[in-house]
């Protein structure tokens, strides 16, 4: 990876840890599948305008990923961030990374080393500590929607990959539209109070919002799309693991939430566990011409 991608795949980690603060404000007034829903009508109308139709070759696929990396990835994480705390969400979701690692292998064809492995159950001991801590601090149902989450996620990640190369901005345009029905249909059935809770919105609640728009989805997705277009999926996806660190300081300094011993230590086993994954490049084997070309990194800039 070039200094600019290093740069760039800093910055989506502080963007997504600070929105996990951010969300859990915003849940506070708007129900979470409606926030969702808002959020991608959000970002799909500032993109959209600057963005092309999807030709035949890439409808089918964006609609694919919008299912997982937006209909399923968000749903999924706001509803369990929402009943759960910032910083257990924050670790909870970093299975992520292992899980988009140990996909990249089926669906890519860039097979793990034994050191990858080794580092991948690493990275659940940790979350599993983390979610097993004693207390009534710690619930088990949130910590699991938000693990599903990062399955979707990695899901989505490797889908992108596989399919693409994609224009970011494009991709996040179309994707964010495709998924506004899916969210908004499912909130319709299974919650209420959403008109209500447009008319109770305050600055606080907007301006939780407009983070989210801005610098979760075009600044945060648009970098991490055109990471994934360009890198090796093991060699980007551990830089989401920092989320970590950015989510539970917020945490705790916004929302006030406990710096446990038990969080630290599976929070710190969570990253050993990545930064092994990160160790080594994984090994690949006989993967056809073709389909080598259209999964091997591009060497150009992030921007």
Same mark, same amino acid.
């Given at each position: 990876m070039s200094p600019l991608q290093v @740069?760039?795949?800093? /910055? @989506?980690?502080l963007f997504w840890g600070f929105q996990f603060v951010v969300i859990k404000v915003g849940l506070t007034t708007f129900p979470p599948l409606f926030f969702v829903g808002l959020r991608f009508a959000a970002v799909a109308a500032i993109l959209l305008p600057f963005v092309g139709r999807p030709t035949r070759r890439e409808l089918g696929p964006m609609i694919t990923i919008s299912v997982f990396f937006g209909g399923l990835n968000f749903a999924l994480f706001f509803v369990g961030l929402g009943q759960g705390l910032a910083g257990v969400s924050a670790v909870a979701n970093q299975l992520s990374t292992p899980f988009a690692v140990l996909l990249a292998w089926p669906f890519l064809g860039e097979r793990p080393s034994t050191r990858v492995i080794l580092g991948v159950a690493l990275a659940f001991g940790g979350v599993? /500590?983390?979610a097993a801590e004693p207390g009534a601090s710690v619930k088990i149902a949130p910590t699991l929607l938000v693990i599903a989450a990062g399955f979707a996620? #990695?899901?989505g990640s490797v889908l992108t990959k596989r399919y693409g190369p994609f224009e970011p901005l494009k991709l996040m345009a179309w994707m964010s539209l495709f998924t506004v029905p899916q969210v908004m249909t499912t909130s319709l059935v299974v919650e209420h109070g959403q008109l209500a809770s /447009?008319?109770?919105a305050n600055m606080t609640a907007w301006t939780a919002f407009a983070y989210t728009v801005l610098f979760g989805a075009v600044a945060g997705w648009g970098l991490w799309f055109r990471l994934i277009a360009q890198c090796s999926m093991t060699r980007v996806?551990?830089?989401?693991?920092?989320?970590?660190?950015?989510?539970? #300081?917020?945490g705790v300094v916004f929302l006030h939430e406990p710096l446990t011993p038990t969080l630290v230590a599976g929070a710190v086993i969570c990253i050993v566990g990545v930064a092994i994954t990160q160790s080594r490049s994984p090994v690949r084997h006989s993967l056809p011409? #073709?389909?080598?070309a259209s999964v091997e990194p591009s060497q150009g800039e992030c921007l």
């Open positions: @740069v760039c795949a800093l /910055l @989506v980690p599993a /500590l983390t996620w #990695a899901v /447009l008319h109770a996806a551990p830089f989401a693991l920092l989320q970590i660190v950015f989510a539970v #300081a917020a011409t #073709a389909l080598r």
